[in-house]
């Protein structure tokens, strides 16, 4: 089965959830209105559909390899890096003075998620090179943006992040890879970073790796790191290639999934120490970097999206052809396809629901970082920058969640089948059992939406989003469809749970933290679950005024169809995490660590 971009679906998110149209009235987006939009997203739908999605599975078959230090990616993934590079697609989103196109991250965003649809192991390359960008366009000097931003937005280099160490997994305060001060200004490198997506492969000319390392007698923790730019070739001031840097590959890793994206363990500094340049100023590292990690965490949590939608695309396919017992109500004189029993059509709506509720989150959440960005009026700026903190680890954390369950429900589907790796269904569920954990695991996203964007300011930007979401019911409320009704008593339920549980947060994280952060995961995951489900339902209040428009009617009521099924079997979780969230905390930790 052969992955088809939903270019249709993308584009109702983006006028009717993002407010396109507001967008391309920012300064600079002007030329960024629906009809670019829809050209855009066509023209990256044939390239992934063409030329990325062919070789997923060969990738997951014949994974990239490491001989004498030198990695080989999968066959044809050089040659679709290139043609990715040559479209200008990794510039898409980036200043146009730099050599990127400059277009709205509302738009980029659609066209992250076909690239990872069409392959999550090549995509990655991409999406760290994006934050590497994102980092040098923050603290970079002139210098620094001039030299290392061009190549890397046109393509022909890559960048990476190197925060893990082997004694320091999430706890950046243990990092211990040590700079060391050079008379010309230069530092030389030493240490080893592990986990280094595309830390060394063939599909460019240089790699960028962006560091965290220690200046000798910086302060301990997390206030004494510093980020260093480290190329695998030094840069003459033409920009030509020299000599190789002091950094090397010692091993990939071999994983459950995503096998084609190499893994690396990378060396600084056996031969005298590799030579990096300081990026901003020393002992601010952290701050940089996660400049670097709040683009990598929305572009995961686009991931979990895209791994669904294949997954869903799959099953919906094979659920259509495969033929067994005949249905329940009668409705065919002998045995059919599956897609006729209920409980195959309740988990494909699952999948569908889930995958489009967190489509309409994320990018409307792209959209308010457009305006955090380019809105001339400051306040606006600060409103909606605010909005999309709130959101990042919503995306990530409930987005990355969301694509497990999808892509579990992806091989149950096939059934027996879907154990088989020959059919494809279970690469999904292998590949995704990775965006829970990068980037920032499930838990981390979630100590982040509890102590920074709730407790921090004692829930009003939480409870504002709330107030936003009952405008919403009072919306639907005032419709006279079922369907619209059954949506607004739901998501008026969801949304009671969700300021219940700001509420305890809110109130507990100070005196009793334990308390607080007991139920931090299954707090993401409501609220995570709300936002999505209004995205929908604001998704079904456009869909039946284009229908009553006489407007693509099979799209319109599969959107409303879909938006209440959201409502009346996933909204419905709200008020059970509501409880595992208020009353729950104390059974946590009620057994004592040595009764494990």
């Not at 659609?110 to 392959?119: G, K, P, Q, T």
């Not at 084609?260 to 056996?270: E, K, N, Y």
């Not at 892509?407 to 096939?414: D, N, R």
Request: glycine content about 10%; aromatic content about 8%.
């Amino acid at each position: 089965m052969t992955y088809r971009a939903p270019v249709k679906d993308m584009l109702f998110c983006m006028t009717e959830l993002a407010g396109l149209d507001e967008v391309a009235r920012l300064p600079g987006f002007e030329e960024f209105g629906a009809d670019t939009a829809q050209a855009v997203l066509e023209e990256c739908a044939k390239f992934n559909e063409g030329v990325v999605a062919p070789l997923n599975v060969e990738g997951d078959l014949h994974p990239s390899t490491l001989k004498d230090g030198v990695v080989t990616t999968t066959t044809g993934f050089k040659e679709a890096f290139r043609q990715f590079a040559e479209g200008g697609w990794q510039g898409l989103q980036h200043p146009a003075r730099f050599g990127g196109q400059g277009l709205p991250k509302t738009i980029g965003a659609a066209c992250v998620e076909m690239l990872n649809s069409a392959n999550l192991s090549f995509a990655l390359c991409p999406l760290l090179t994006d934050g590497a960008i994102e980092a040098l366009l923050t603290a970079g000097s002139d210098e620094q943006k001039t030299t290392f931003i061009p190549p890397l937005a046109e393509g022909r280099w890559t960048g990476t992040m190197n925060l893990t160490e082997p004694q320091a997994g999430s706890d950046l305060a243990a990092v211990r890879t040590r700079a060391e001060p050079q008379p010309d200004g230069t530092y030389k490198i030493f240490g080893t970073k592990i986990f280094i997506t595309y830390g060394e492969h063939d599909m460019a000319a240089n790699i960028v790796h962006l560091v965290l390392a220690r200046v000798a007698g910086a302060p301990e923790g997390v206030k004494g790191i510093s980020l260093f730019v480290v190329p695998k070739f030094m840069v003459g001031a033409d920009g030509s290639l020299g000599a190789r840097n002091d950094v090397y590959c010692v091993s990939i890793e071999h994983k459950l999934g995503i096998k084609a994206s190499p893994t690396a363990v990378l060396q600084f500094g056996d031969h005298g120490g590799a030579v990096g340049y300081i990026v901003g100023e020393e002992n601010r590292g952290l701050e940089y970097m996660f400049v670097m990690m709040n683009a990598a965490r929305y572009a995961v949590g686009v991931q979990g999206i895209a791994v669904a939608e294949r997954a869903y695309q799959k099953a919906a396919a094979f659920a259509k052809e495969r033929v067994q017992s005949r249905p329940v109500d009668g409705s065919l004189p002998r045995s059919g396809p599956i897609i006729h029993h209920p409980d195959v059509r309740r988990m494909l709506m699952t999948m569908r629901a889930l995958t489009e509720g967190c489509r309409g989150m994320a990018l409307s959440a792209a959209a308010a970082y457009d305006a955090a960005h380019a809105h001339p009026d400051a306040k606006a700026r600060e409103q909606n920058q605010a909005f999309y903190e709130f959101m990042v680890p919503l995306v990530k954390g409930y987005s990355t969640e969301m694509s497990l369950e999808v892509t579990s429900l992806g091989v149950q589907v096939h059934g027996g089948m879907g154990f088989i790796e020959e059919t494809g269904a279970a690469q999904y569920y292998r590949d995704a059992r990775i965006l829970t954990i990068y980037e920032g695991t499930s838990a981390i996203q979630a100590n982040d939406l509890v102590g920074r964007k709730t407790a921090r300011d004692g829930g009003r930007m939480a409870l504002a989003v709330a107030r936003q979401i009952e405008a919403t019911e009072a919306e639907l409320g005032a419709r006279d469809s079922a369907a619209a009704l059954a949506v607004a008593r739901r998501l008026q339920a969801a949304r009671t749970a969700f300021e219940q549980a700001v509420v305890f947060i809110a109130g507990h994280a100070k005196s009793d933290p334990n308390a607080a952060f007991a139920g931090s995961v299954p707090y993401m995951m409501l609220a995570g679950n709300l936002v999505a489900g209004w995205q929908l339902g604001r998704a079904l209040i456009a869909a039946e005024d284009r229908l009553a428009a006489g407007e693509d009617a099979a799209f319109m009521t599969a959107k409303i169809a879909t938006a209440r099924f959201y409502a009346e079997h996933i909204l419905t979780r709200a008020p059970g995490l509501r409880d595992a969230i208020v009353e729950g905390a104390a059974s946590v930790t009620a057994l004592a660590p040595d009764a494990f």
